[in-house]
Structure formats: structure tokens, C-alpha cells
């Protein structure tokens, strides 16, 4: 039997002191980088320097023609959305369950997210998805949740079937892939952010990658007005004479940012191999514990780990809730265990269920959702609890101790009821 649980009295499980997490990684290569860009230069308007470098390497990295960078994730899609063609009245099906950013930006389009239940994988479920489909649909958002891959067979297929646009949000997942093929290429477009603890991380930051030349020029019209509409929009263009103005939005990303992110991008398939070694002992650990279940990753599919997600089984401890399960692993020093808390469904979120107060008169104004209308969405939300995934082989200790924690939670849950 183990020993007495922290929350009871107990020594904790986890000696190391925490926080366990930090990210990204900065080491003096990191530091010796951004310190360059500082004297290089703090202001890049057009496609030179570190923009330019850490456009092509995304380029070689995806396999993609281009990748224009933006200040942010949700810049990112929002430019994203301009450049699909999508404008008022439209409908775009979005995951019910992802970080609101991924459909929040259609607002400002007045365009309408159009929310789909997600599957046990806890990506958007391709068997839910033509029943959302109706004449204003145009597109099909897909997000790679917490680094999974989402089934994109399936869902290309419906895409080209109806003749929608397919696009991806790809902030959890960069680097990951089905078949070798990465995620962010499989449709029209893809928009990534390179926020603080993102895979691949500027600190801020965002991309959008396409092979569409004109879906290129819509992207630098809506973002990088003047310099780089004028260096990169062919004369001739129908968007070329727009190019002083653009759309009236400038959405830069930083030099400094920019430095930090070309630096990672480097490293990004190391850090994605560490984590893939951590992730597999973690899952085949905690995979046997009672009261948690793992959705295990097909083959051919290879994850990101932006988050290990873990389902909370009430009824194989007693109905013990996951409140308490989660302050017992706290209380053991697995402070890095972590519950989704703004990543909740969509249609939960007040903007969603009444917008009209931000944005009056917008299309959407007249839908509205009962609770239980996604139930997967909302049982996902309310029993997940998740685990970054280190990528230092010397993070393996701590990942044991952390499995040493949860199977002591585990075992003396009666003890908690
Ligand atoms: C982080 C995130 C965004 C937004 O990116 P920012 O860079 O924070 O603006 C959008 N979608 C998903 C899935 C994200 O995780």
C-alpha cells in the first residue's frame, strides 16, 4: 500500500520543488539570438531579416509555398477567415470544443460560427459534421486539440464533397502529423499561433501558411498593408492597387518575437522527440491507474503533446469528484496537473450566447443553445484533466514521481469520499 496522502497529512509524492513547466526553452543560443535582433533591428516592415528567415524555414519546415507571419494566433485566423472569402451572413463550422480564437474572429466578419460536436478522439467528430452544413456554409475550421491530430481523410473528404473551404487551426500542434504529412497543409489554409507555451513559440506571435498564391496576396492585404502588398502583390493583381491601405489593419509580428521563434523552430523537432519519449511512458503508466482513461494515438499519427489529456472516471473511484482528485494531486506536489478552464465549449461562452451586445445586429443574434446540445463537448470539458509533457530525458524522474502521485490518489481514493 502507499503511503499517506499529502492532502491527509501525508508526505507528498513530488519532491521537486515547482513550477515544473516553463516554456520555451531558452538557453544561450536563445539569449545570443533575440540580443542580435535588438542591435539588427527592432522594426521590420517588409519580408528582410528575421521575418523573412523565419518565413522561409516555416516554408521548408511545412513544405508550404507561403508562410506570412502575423502578431498573433487569433491575427492569424482572423486573416485567415478574410482570405477564405468568408464575409457576412457566411457560416464556418467550428469545433464546439477549442480555445474561442479559433471562431471568435468571425464575428468581426459577421460571419457565423457554426459549432459541431467534437468525438472520443476530442476533435471536431467528421460523422457530426454534414448535419451542420446548410446553404451559407462556405467553411470548415479544424482544430488539433491539445496536439492531435484530427481525422483528416474524413474530413477533406467532406469538405470537397460539399465544396467547402477546409481550413486549420494549428496553434496546439505544430510539428505534428498523419502519414508524414504535417498538420496545417491539408486544406485551403492554416493559421498557427506562437504564443508563450505553444509548441513552437516567438512569446507572441502568428503564422498563416498556404499553397494558394491568391489566398497569399487576400492574407498580405488584410495584414501588412504598404511595404510587403507593394514588394509581394504582383503588379496586375487585383489587390495590388490596394496596396498602400491594405485593409486598414497592420498586424506585424515583432523582430524580437520573430528571433525568438526562428530560434525554436530549430529545435523544434528535438523538443518533439524528447516529448514523444516522456509522453509514451506517461501514457503507459497512467493508462492502467483506475478512474482515468487515455484515448491512445493511431498509428501513423504523431502528436505534438502540446497538452497530455487524461478522462476523469468518477465512477471507478466512488464517485469521487475531480475537484477533489485534482486538489489530492496538488496536494502531492503535481502542481503541473491542470484542468482546462477558458478552453470550454463554445456555446457556453457568453459572446456566443449573446454577442448582440458587442456586435449588434450581427447574424448570428438568433441562435441559441440549450445545455446538452454537445453533450461529448461538455462531458470533454468537465472531465478532462491534463499534464504538460516535458522533452528532457532528465524530466523522466519527474514524470515518474508524477505517476508515483496518481496512483496513490488513486489507490486511497476512499479516503477522500
Ligand atoms: C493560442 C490559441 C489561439 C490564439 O493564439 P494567440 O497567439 O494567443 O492569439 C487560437 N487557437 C488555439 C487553438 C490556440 O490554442
Not at 482570405?83 to 474561442?100: L, M, Q
Request: net charge negative; hydrophobic share 40%.
Amino acid at each position: 500500500m502507499t503511503s499517506p496522502l499529502a492532502l491527509l497529512g501525508g508526505n507528498p509524492e513530488v519532491d521537486v520543488p515547482g513550477p515544473h513547466f516553463a516554456w520555451p526553452p531558452v538557453d544561450d543560443t536563445t539569449r545570443a539570438a533575440v540580443a542580435a535582433q535588438l542591435d539588427a533591428a527592432v522594426s521590420i516592415p517588409g519580408r528582410s531579416g528575421v521575418v523573412a528567415a523565419l518565413e522561409d524555414g516555416l516554408q521548408a519546415y511545412f513544405g508550404v509555398r507561403h508562410a506570412v507571419t502575423v502578431s498573433s494566433g487569433t491575427a492569424a485566423l482572423h486573416a485567415l477567415y478574410s482570405a477564405a472569402g468568408i464575409g457576412a451572413g457566411d457560416e464556418v463550422i467550428v469545433p464546439a470544443w477549442t480555445f474561442h480564437a479559433t471562431a471568435s474572429p468571425l464575428f468581426h466578419l459577421r460571419a457565423v460560427p457554426v459549432p459541431c460536436d467534437i468525438g472520443p478522439d476530442g476533435n471536431i467528430d467528421p460523422a457530426r459534421v454534414e448535419e451542420m452544413i446548410t446553404p451559407q456554409t462556405r467553411a470548415l475550421m479544424v482544430t488539433h486539440m491539445w496536439g492531435r491530430p484530427a481525422d483528416m481523410a474524413d474530413l477533406a473528404a467532406i469538405a470537397k464533397a460539399h465544396g467547402l473551404a477546409l481550413l486549420e487551426d494549428g496553434s496546439h500542434a505544430h510539428g505534428a502529423s498523419i502519414h508524414g504529412q504535417k498538420v496545417g497543409t491539408f486544406g485551403l489554409g492554416s493559421a498557427f499561433s506562437l504564443n508563450g507555451p505553444k509548441p513552437l513559440s516567438g512569446g507572441e506571435g502568428g503564422f498563416v501558411l498556404t499553397d494558394d498564391d491568391d489566398t497569399y496576396y487576400r492574407v498580405l492585404t488584410f495584414a501588412h498593408y504598404n511595404k510587403r502588398c507593394k514588394s509581394e502583390i504582383p503588379e496586375g493583381h487585383p489587390l495590388a492597387r490596394y496596396a498602400v491601405t491594405g485593409s486598414g489593419l497592420k498586424l506585424r509580428i515583432h523582430p524580437l518575437a520573430a528571433a525568438l521563434a526562428f530560434n525554436q523552430l530549430g529545435r523544434l523537432d528535438s523538443y518533439l522527440l524528447g516529448r514523444a519519449e516522456i509522453a509514451r511512458y506517461l501514457t503507459e503508466h497512467l493508462a492502467r491507474v483506475p478512474g482515468l482513461g487515455i484515448v491512445p494515438v493511431p498509428d501513423g499519427v504523431v502528436t505534438s503533446w502540446y497538452g497530455l489529456t487524461l478522462t476523469y472516471r468518477p465512477e471507478e473511484l466512488g464517485g469521487l469528484t475531480l475537484d477533489r482528485f485534482h486538489q489530492a494531486l496538488i496536494a502531492e506536489g503535481a502542481t503541473g496537473f491542470d484542468r482546462p478552464g477558458s478552453t470550454r465549449p463554445l456555446h457556453e461562452l457568453l459572446l456566443y450566447q449573446y454577442p448582440e451586445l458587442l456586435f449588434p445586429g450581427h447574424p448570428y443574434r438568433h441562435r441559441r443553445f440549450p445545455a446538452g446540445c454537445f453533450p461529448v463537448s461538455e462531458h470533454a470539458y468537465r472531465h478532462t484533466i491534463k499534464l504538460p509533457v516535458w522533452h528532457r530525458e532528465q524530466d523522466l524522474a519527474l514524470a515518474e514521481q508524477y505517476v508515483r502521485a496518481v496512483v496513490k490518489v488513486s489507490e486511497r481514493h476512499k479516503e477522500l469520499l
